[in-house]
Nanobody, 126 residues
Framework: QVQLVESGGGLVQAGGSLRLSCAAS????????MGWFRQVLGKEREFVAA????????AYADSVKGRFTISRDNAKNTVYLQMNSLKPEDTAVYYC???????????????????WGQGTQVTVSS
């Protein structure tokens, strides 16, 4: 089992940047595909970005493509989400997720992740 802890959320003005981090416990972090999701109160959790085990493959929601970058450092058991050109509509609680996957596979749906962090709030003011 893996435990995930997100950090880096906060309040930022529109156009600003934040970098979220998700630290994972355990010695087999490199066996997990990772993802970032976000959720606004009263709405479904939505996919933001995903990365394969080695970091060679990535995918993004259309709403964040070109503004957000997902990356990972397997030596540090950490996955990152660099968020640039933030918009008020990016305001949400951001969650990281993990699950076992073959090397090049991306997991894009929340139903396919078994491990979740507690979330970190991102608020973008206009």
């Amino acid at each position: 089992q893996v435990q995930l802890v997100e950090s880096g959320g906060g309040l930022v003005q529109a156009g600003g940047s934040l970098r979220l981090s998700c630290a994972a416990s355990g010695r087999i972090f490199s066996s997990y595909a990772m993802g970032w999701f976000r959720q606004v109160l009263g709405k479904e959790r939505e996919f933001v970005a995903a990365i394969s085990r080695s970091g060679g493959n990535t995918a993004y929601a259309d709403s964040v493509k070109g503004r957000f970058t997902i990356s990972r450092d397997n030596a540090k058991n950490t996955v990152y989400l660099q968020m640039n050109s933030l918009k008020p509509e990016d305001t949400a609680v951001y969650y990281c997720a993990a699950d076992f996957a073959p090397n090049t596979v991306l997991i894009l749906t929340s139903f396919d992740y078994n491990y979740w962090g507690q979330g970190t709030q991102v608020t973008v003011s206009s």
